[in-house]
DNA sequence: TTGTAAGCGTTATCAC
DNA sequence: GTGATAACGCTTACAA
């Protein structure tokens, strides 16, 4: 093993003189920064992880919990989890993989062993055990989501309301007058409701705005209840010619109900999800969908990160960050101007 | 923070006895194993990782190596992460996520750091260079694939000679006589054919004992390739029933150009896939697939390096395994016996 | 069965 | 602008 008693041999220069160079936290003059690096390269010197996290009281490391459930689009949290890992690579940090079947016990542990110098939660629920947990310990957290309370940490999240009331615009824009919004079941506005319900709230108020029409119906996504859903909202508001889908697990159904009942989209009815680009484009027609910017949310949470980490080693007080991420909505083959409707002739 | 020395203070033992305790490497009275474990419960004590490394030479950490380019199916990839997260856990292990875009640089800095203990390769090239990254460091290796040269590291692949034999078995015993495989491009076979061409094997051999007659065909999985594939074989092999598509890409073209030429699945062709469950799933009918255990290719990689960790400790040289896992066949709706043709009126 | 103490290879404080 | 050196908190021979 190289150490960086080697390098010192081979400089000529002393061990701290190395460890500035390589973490250039001093002035050091161009011709032994130059030795020194020369040296480090030629005998490809790398400093060792467990001596540098003990005695720099820090690991270069971020933990990242995943979820494991079902019920999240896997393909977005890889999309996440990639883009923290490369934008923690940046900033010199590493990224630890934590699965979420450790409970709260798993950041307690990565925590206060100090394997870990900071934790991103993924997938953070409205009353999140493992938040109590971390503030216990004084950790640094950064979480994608939004919970009840976020005292002590940084979050980032998509702006929903602002994708809610693209939803309302792009539909006004196209003439319809009457919307319907098909929700998520009451089990997702229970655990975290905080990006259902934003939606659901940015989308009445624009809707109000825009003068349209509207009616918001919980859906569990399976075929029966979307069924369900549509057969009400069918009987409530015969007019109804725009739909908006929060439930991506009801979009499947839902089109297939509205070829079966005649409906063809987007020439009878339009629909707007709020779900993924890569999901929007799976269906046929393919869906005008508002999503948020996958891989910012990773790389914002990792800024957020670094920059927590900076001031607590300054001593300073690490701001509470919350950004939100503006959405965007991409018009694909479900949407339309509202044409005349048929009379039956 | 907690150390080592406030339970050496709290339990009235030396600080060896509290190391021994923790991680089983010496036997212990009763006795004091039960006040060391209740002091280290009280204070919530967890040994300060930087210092377990350094001390110890190893840090309890499994690098993974992520692959980042398209092609990949994104949610297999994360399957196997997050088993081979659980399982190293299981062994004491931690789980750093390195993805592909350092290069070698990647697994040469997290190995010679000392950063990680072995380092599991996922999406292995033929002939991949980061494998002579990581013999030159000695570093303990698995690999998830087969390149052309593993001697000095264990690998884990589904075994996909069996997956390709299941195809024609299959097919054969449904009585289909004409068979077409439908195999990835060129691009594929040069970066990592292995996979490719032993499934390609398989079904010949399996085929051939059958009594079938078959044709191979390359495909690159675009709509275009696919319906020039399709209309090559349909051209030197007319009474073609049975279909094998390897390229995933392949698949959905292949299903709408069998439809638009008017042959439906499975009443007049059968399509065999190879793909992950979860893809079978996906299209419609829904496809009899052969796919491998996905999850236990993650778990048995983990346990393949903690043997190597083990003997490598031990000074002794760890043994270059090499297991396949066997696929299964799952029928579903786009296979079925061969009906006898109806002849044109 | 338990204790003593010498490292492990950096960082960061102090001194020059 | 550079050097010497005392931590950092464990593990693991070696002793008893």
Redesign the interface.
């Known amino acids: ?2 150490t960086i008693f080697d390098v010192v041999r081979h400089a000529g220069v002393s061990s701290s003189t190395v460890s500035y160079v390589l973490n250039g936290t001093r002035r050091i003059s161009e011709a032994t920064r130059g030795r020194v690096l020369r040296s480090v390269a030629e005998l ?1 010197f ?10 720099g ?1 820090r ?1 270069h ?1 971020i933990a ?1 919990v ?1 979820p ?1 459930h079902r019920g999240v689009y ?2 977005i ?3 996440i ?2 883009s923290v ?2 934008t923690a ?1 940046r900033h010199g940090y ?6 979420n ?2 409970g709260p016990e798993g950041v ?3 925590a ?4 870990a110098d900071g934790v991103i939660l993924m997938d953070v629920e409205l009353d999140d055990q493992r938040i109590p947990a971390l503030r216990a310990q004084g950790t640094q957290a950064v979480l994608i989501g939004l919970p009840d309370d976020p005292h002590g940490l940084s979050c980032v999240d998509h702006d929903f309301a602002a994708a809610g009331a693209l939803c309302a615009e792009h539909l006004a824009d196209l003439g319809h007058r009457e919307i319907a919004f098909i929700g998520y079941g009451s089990g997702v506005y229970q655990r975290h409701a905080g990006y259902a319900e934003r939606t659901l709230t940015g989308f009445r108020e624009r809707a109000g705005q825009r003068g349209l029409r509207f009616l918001d119906r919980p859906c569990e996504g399976t075929y029966e209840s979307t069924a369900g859903t549509l057969a009400r909202i069918v009987a409530d508001r015969p007019r109804t010619t725009g739909f908006v889908v929060q439930n991506e697990a009801a979009i499947g159904p839902l089109l297939s109900l509205l070829h079966s009942s005649g409906r063809s989209v987007p020439e009878d009815a339009s629909v707007v999800a709020l779900c993924p680009e890569q999901l929007a484009e799976q269906y046929a027609p393919a869906l005008t969908a508002v999503s948020g910017p996958t891989r910012e949310l990773g790389r914002v949470a990792v800024d957020q990160m670094i920059r927590r980490l900076t001031d607590a080693r300054r001593g300073a007080q690490p701001e509470d960050e919350r950004p939100l991420l503006t959405p965007t909505l991409t018009p694909r083959q479900s949407t339309a101007r509202l044409s005349v409707p048929k009379e039956p002739s």
């Open positions: 093993m190289v490809g790398h400093p060792n992880a467990g001596a540098r996290t003990l005695a009281r690991s490391i990242l995943m494991l896997v393909p949290m890889t999309e989890a990639i890992t490369t690579r590493d990224v630890l993989l934590v699965t079947d450790e307690r542990r990565v206060a062993s100090g394997l």
